[in-house]
């Protein structure tokens, strides 16, 4: 294979990957945005979104695409509860303070998870998995393009919903001005569990997806997570497309970097963009103010 | 009994207790715990400079601990320097990493400051395990050699055992307490203050809020990295896990436990927060849900924490204060 081909193979894999960075993400910025809490449990919803899918396939026998809108509605209720818990009693106090709750609440749930599901690797069997696709140079599996489209499509819906439906009015309403916002007639504590439930319902798509390629560990939440921050960062506060093409331009950086640079250190490649952004565009690449 | 009858007992006895602490257990088990939560305490004291003095949440901070203690171990095994050199290196150096990253971070405030400083130490921790040549990687190092002064030919002693080492760090971090309560007391340490109350009204009145920062933001990764360098002479192994989050999360709860910007709460929260873990040792399993929780039940109940809750108490029933406390 020449190096062209190879780069043209990387990019394709680092746009479903990056498809799949900009799911997380959303969640996180929404969250970010919305009730001003850096939500370090994402990652945990991610992963629990790999192993109830796991476990609603192997032992209830659902097919894969039915397990996945169930996956999300779990998960969904995970996130409403650690709102619950976590974000609820901390209303008021500074920023940091939800910090260091969904930090705690990260470690439990990873660790609820390694003794409830053990540390073996689970392999989530997706029917797409086993049929290969050849496009000129590149091959794919069918399930990565289903990623790809699951990703694009499910950012797609998101971006009409805030932009168009009530409830997401409602939401921009409230990153502009909470106060002003509760006083027209937002229930705040409603908006703040359905936010934290959309969160973990997209985490936990994003983990069920990605489950299917990788396999599902408890501990793999961490990752998504931190590159997570990354491309909220990347893409600006509050701008939905801003974060699809940010999740897509890491994806496509790490892979190539992976692959021409150095496997190991492929992971940084987030991190070191997101310093160089931060200081030379604050706000983000595709950055304005909602 | 007077305030400064109080003050002139409380603290000599505090210094006897900590001085005999080994002697009241003496096991060696129980000798190895006293020190790791010795060694803590600069963790916890540092975290302190940058969140609780100057109120910047600096949630990549403890990462420094681990790059001390990979910096000391380093400059012992390549190079053969002397353990005091070694100290002296890991703090200068870390200092040095500390205006590489500070000043970058500092550009930005509040959560997007935190974050920048989180992807950092995420930096560091690749770093660390994928440059085998220089650090094994994840094999870690290994044959530390055990701390030692040494003048001229005359004088030498070894720290090769825990009840020395206890000795060492127990006078290092007094002495970094001393330092750190002194410090507080000077216009610079005032002006820390100040940026966490106000950051625009403290520059109206001549204070450079970045170059402010940036003085705490290294000063705290100085005093982080020298438990790091501690940390590797003490057990002699180090390996990219010192880089785990669970190490920055009990960090942040050693701080808040013991009380946010005071001076000694970060050291009694840091001894706490060393010896529980420890205790539950047996429930390794367990241990992740046993901090995060007391994380979580610490920071909604008990925000003040130790030693902010006795000063208050003690304004409660209007008595003069012990120590000075910075709030």
């Known amino acids: 294979m020449d190096t062209f081909s190879l780069a043209i193979q990387q990019v394709v894999n680092g746009l479903v990957m990056g498809s799949m960075y900009a799911l997380m993400s959303i969640g996180m910025m929404l969250i970010l945005g919305i009730m001003t809490v850096i939500n370090m449990a994402h990652g945990e919803f991610y992963v629990l979104g790999g192993y109830f899918c796991y476990f609603l396939i192997t032992r209830m026998g659902f097919n894969y695409l039915a397990a996945l809108p169930v996956a999300m509605v779990l998960v969904a209720g995970v996130g409403i509860l650690s709102e619950k818990i976590t974000v609820r009693p901390l209303v008021g106090r500074p920023w940091f303070t939800t910090f260091l709750t969904t930090f705690g609440l990260s470690m439990i749930l990873r660790d609820v998870a390694q003794i409830v599901w053990g540390v073996d690797p689970r392999e989530i069997d997706s029917p797409f998995l086993h049929k290969r696709v050849v496009l000129g140079p590149v091959y794919l599996t069918e399930h990565r393009i289903f990623i790809f489209a699951m990703g694009v499509v499910v950012i797609g819906i998101l971006y009409l919903f805030i932009k168009r439906h009530k409830m997401g009015m409602a939401m921009r309403a409230v990153v502009r001005d909470r106060e002003a916002s509760a006083l027209m007639g937002i229930n705040l504590n409603a908006m703040n569990s359905f936010t934290f439930a959309l969160g973990a319902g997209t985490a936990a798509l994003a983990g069920s997806l990605l489950g299917a390629i990788f396999n599902v560990l408890p501990s793999m939440g961490e990752l998504p997570l931190v590159k997570g921050f990354a491309v909220v960062i990347m893409g600006g506060m509050g701008n939905v497309q801003g974060i699809l093409f940010s999740g897509l331009i890491l994806g496509v950086a790490e892979s190539l970097a992976a692959s021409f640079i150095s496997l190991g250190l492929s992971d940084a490649i987030a991190f070191a963009l997101l310093i160089v952004i931060l200081l030379f565009k604050p706000s983000g690449l595709f950055g304005k103010r909602i | ?327």
């Open chain 2, 1 to 327: 009994m007077n305030a400064a009858l109080r003050k002139s007992i409380l603290l000599p006895s505090l210094v006897l207790l900590l001085l005999s602490l080994p002697w009241i257990f003496p096991a060696t088990y129980t000798r190895h715990i006293l020190v790791m939560s010795l060694i803590y305490t600069f963790s916890a004291m540092g975290l302190n400079v940058i969140f609780g003095f100057a109120g910047q949440a600096a949630f990549g901070q403890p990462a420094f601990f681990a790059l001390g203690a990979y910096i000391s171990s380093l400059l012992s095994l390549k190079l053969g320097l002397p353990f005091s050199l070694c100290l002296l290196g890991t703090m200068a150096i870390s200092t040095g990493f500390g205006f590489i990253i500070g000043y970058p971070c500092l550009q930005l405030r509040g959560i997007y400051f935190g974050i920048t400083t989180m992807a950092f130490a995420q930096i560091m921790y690749y770093v660390v395990s994928n440059w085998v040549e220089l650090t094994r990687g994840p094999m870690g190092l290994v044959g530390i050699p055990a701390a030692s002064f040494r003048v001229g030919d005359f004088f030498q002693i070894e720290f090769n055992n825990e009840l020395k080492y206890y000795y060492l760090v127990l006078a290092a971090s007094l002495l970094t307490l001393f330092f750190l309560a002194r410090f507080m007391e000077t216009r610079l340490g005032r002006a820390f203050v100040a940026i966490r109350e106000n950051q625009e009204l403290s520059s109206s009145i001549g204070i450079h809020p970045l170059w402010v920062k940036m003085i705490a933001f290294m000063m705290a990764c100085m005093i982080t990295s020298m438990g790091g360098s501690f940390y590797a002479h003490f057990v002699k192994f180090v390996s990219p896990i010192e880089f785990q989050w669970y190490y920055i999360g009990l960090t942040f709860i050693m701080v808040i436990t013991g009380g946010i910007g005071t001076i000694v709460g970060p050291f009694i929260g840091g001894a706490i927060f060393t010896i529980i873990p420890e205790v539950f040792r047996a429930a390794e399993t367990y241990r992740n849900i046993l901090v995060g929780s007391v994380l979580i039940l610490i920071v909604i109940f008990f925000p003040e924490g130790i030693v902010g809750k006795l000063a208050q108490w003690r304004k409660n029933r209007n008595l003069p204060l012990g120590e000075k406390e910075h709030a």
